[in-house]
């Protein structure tokens, strides 16, 4: 598989002199795509930190240093690379919902990370803790975020009053992961066809 991190210098084992030290940040997004793309390719029970620090370049002790285990490394993974982005605000409610839509698309559906919605179901069952704090830490403060959005086009007069906004994201988000399911592609036209189909169905403007 290899993504060819192994070569960029990131081994802080190496001297400040013979290599220089990346900024945090470099370090940190090649650790959070290393983990994703291992846990996406052999799930959470064979992924280790020493496999996430081979494939990343680094050694053990700056993974722990950072992360106490492994589930808090993916949680922390997770975070950065699916749920951590920033919420749109394009002054409309329409375009808001394009571009969370957007968002799904691109960081949500990619090589990356697109294997870890199998994961996370296996998860519930074999690894509950895991499931939980998934839940607790990362999807519901992401699912306010995004309903916060909806509420904003709900005050102005962009969407009925009534309108399940709950149900809004299921049925934009959850059609979307529908379609990956079924091994087809999730278009940019096909995510906006969507969006505005759930959109005027349920009396926006």
Not at 25 to 39: E, F, G, P
Not at 91 to 120: K, S, V, W
């Amino acid at each position: 598989m290899g993504l060819g991190y192994q070569a960029s210098g990131l081994d802080d084992s190496m001297s400040d002199e013979r290599r220089g030290r990346p900024l945090d940040a470099q370090r940190n997004k090649v650790i959070h795509s290393s983990t994703l793309s291992l846990m996406g390719e052999y799930g959470y029970d064979a992924l280790s930190v020493e496999r996430v620090a081979k494939l990343a370049g680094v050694s053990k002790a700056t993974i722990y240093r950072r992360y106490p285990n492994k589930m808090e490394l993916v949680l922390a993974s997770l975070d950065h690379n699916l749920y951590g982005l920033p919420m749109p605000d394009s002054g409309t409610g329409l375009g808001d919902l394009m571009q969370m839509a957007h968002m799904i698309r691109t960081y949500g559906l990619n090589n990356e990370t697109r294997c870890m919605f199998g994961t996370m179901m296996t998860a519930r069952v074999r690894h509950p803790e895991l499931a939980k704090a998934v839940h607790e830490r990362i999807v519901v403060p992401r699912r306010q975020r995004a309903r916060s959005v909806l509420e904003r086009a709900v005050k102005r007069g962009e969407l009925p009053a009534e309108t399940p906004l709950e149900l809004v994201m299921d049925m934009v988000f959850g059609a979307m992961l529908v379609r990956l399911a079924r091994g087809e592609a999730v278009s940019e036209s096909l995510a906006e066809h969507l969006v505005k189909t759930v959109w005027f169905g349920m009396g926006g403007r």
